[in-house]
């Protein structure tokens, strides 16, 4: 396979320009124009065409498109396998929401080893939407995140829910928690809906984050109000309080793989692993 007449293509789909696709890829435009006649020579037609206002694709080319992400995805996969290969018989690499990796991680690669102990695991904590594009482009097999892009050639599907509670430095109950000093946690837009709606009140607050490692430093430093994890709270109990009267916030968790892969048996036990303990959470 000649993965860079590939990468070149999707590079100049995505681009529509044969001077940008050639800075990116740190190679001449006359080497961008070679890679994509050669394409166009094995198919004996043209994928893009050229004018005034820019490179636009042909009808062939947009027909192209999903398969060459797909042989694209494809070689990285064949690549990592590859390269990796030693005593152990497989390589997975997976993606998990950095909230959850917080809590779970070490709990969850320990059950994957206990079922899967062939298995060679890579591990990365990321936020959803560079899980989404990293799945796509086959740079990682399976991840665990809040927010789906539903991208035609991935598998999503819910696997269980984290909670965020309401702490606080100064008050026990949502009376007294005060605009001025409240850090809004931002985590997904599902949260932020779900926290509109609730606490349409403190949904402008001046300070806010998106990693709940980040919101309990804030609030070890600075004091005030916001929403973490239940063991988020539990970890800081001694210097914050639980705001009973407040509602719980319920986060959605999916897996996500390729359609390809969503069936396998070694993708279904990492799944299985962490919807066992998203259940004890």
């Given at each position: 396979?000649?993965?860079?007449?590939?990468?070149?293509?999707?590079?100049?789909?995505?681009?529509?320009?044969?001077?940008?696709?050639?800075?990116?890829?740190?190679?001449?435009?006359?080497?961008?124009?070679?890679?994509?006649?050669?394409?166009?020579?094995?198919?004996?037609?043209?994928?893009?065409?050229?004018?005034?206002?820019?490179?636009?694709?042909?009808?062939?080319?947009?027909?192209?498109?999903?398969?060459?992400?797909?042989?694209?995805?494809?070689?990285?996969?064949?690549?990592?396998?590859?390269?990796?290969?030693?005593?152990?018989?497989?390589?997975?690499?997976?993606?998990?929401?950095?909230?959850?990796?917080?809590?779970?991680?070490?709990?969850?690669?320990?059950?994957?080893?206990?079922?899967?102990?062939?298995?060679?695991?890579?591990?990365?904590?990321?936020?959803?939407?560079?899980?989404?594009?990293?799945?796509?482009?086959?740079?990682?097999?399976?991840?665990?995140?809040?927010?789906?892009?539903?991208?035609?050639?991935?598998?999503?599907?819910?696997?269980?829910?984290?909670?965020?509670?309401?702490?606080?430095?100064?008050?026990?109950?949502?009376?007294?928690?005060?605009?001025?000093?409240?850090?809004?946690?931002?985590?997904?837009?599902?949260?932020?809906?779900?926290?509109?709606?609730?606490?349409?009140?403190?949904?402008?607050?001046?300070?806010?984050?998106?990693?709940?490692?980040?919101?309990?430093?804030?609030?070890?430093?600075?004091?005030g109000a916001a929403y973490v994890t239940q063991a988020t709270a539990d970890q800081i109990s001694d210097r914050v309080a639980v705001v009973a009267d407040a509602p719980v916030i319920p986060q959605t968790v999916y897996a996500a793989t390729s359609l390809r892969t969503r069936h396998a048996?070694?993708?279904?036990?990492?799944?299985?692993?962490?919807?066992?303990?998203?259940?004890?959470?």
């Amino acid at each position: 396979m000649q993965v860079d007449l590939i990468e070149t293509f999707l590079d100049l789909m995505e681009t529509r320009s044969f001077n940008r696709t050639a800075e990116r890829l740190n190679i001449t435009q006359s080497t961008v124009s070679h890679r994509v006649k050669a394409l166009e020579a094995q198919f004996n037609r043209k994928l893009f065409t050229r004018n005034k206002g820019g490179t636009l694709p042909t009808a062939a080319g947009l027909r192209f498109l999903d398969y060459a992400k797909a042989l694209q995805n494809q070689w990285h996969e064949a690549t990592r396998a590859v390269a990796s290969a030693g005593a152990l018989e497989r390589s997975m690499r997976l993606g998990i929401q950095h909230d959850l990796a917080e809590t779970i991680a070490g709990r969850w690669v320990a059950a994957i080893r206990r079922d899967l102990p062939t298995t060679e695991i890579y591990m990365e904590a990321d936020y959803s939407n560079q899980m989404n594009r990293d799945l796509a482009a086959g740079e990682l097999d399976l991840a665990v995140l809040y927010t789906p892009h539903f991208l035609p050639d991935l598998h999503y599907e819910r696997i269980g829910e984290l909670h965020y509670v309401l702490v606080s430095t100064d008050t026990h109950d949502l009376a007294g928690v005060r605009p001025e000093t409240y850090i809004r946690s931002s985590y997904s837009p599902a949260f932020d809906r779900a926290h509109r709606l609730a606490l349409p009140h403190l949904s402008a607050a001046t300070l806010s984050a998106g990693q709940n490692m980040a919101v309990m430093d804030l609030l070890r430093t600075l004091g005030g109000a916001a929403y973490v994890t239940q063991a988020t709270a539990d970890q800081i109990s001694d210097r914050v309080a639980v705001v009973a009267d407040a509602p719980v916030i319920p986060q959605t968790v999916y897996a996500a793989t390729s359609l390809r892969t969503r069936h396998a048996h070694q993708h279904r036990k990492i799944i299985g692993a962490m919807e066992g303990l998203l259940v004890e959470l």
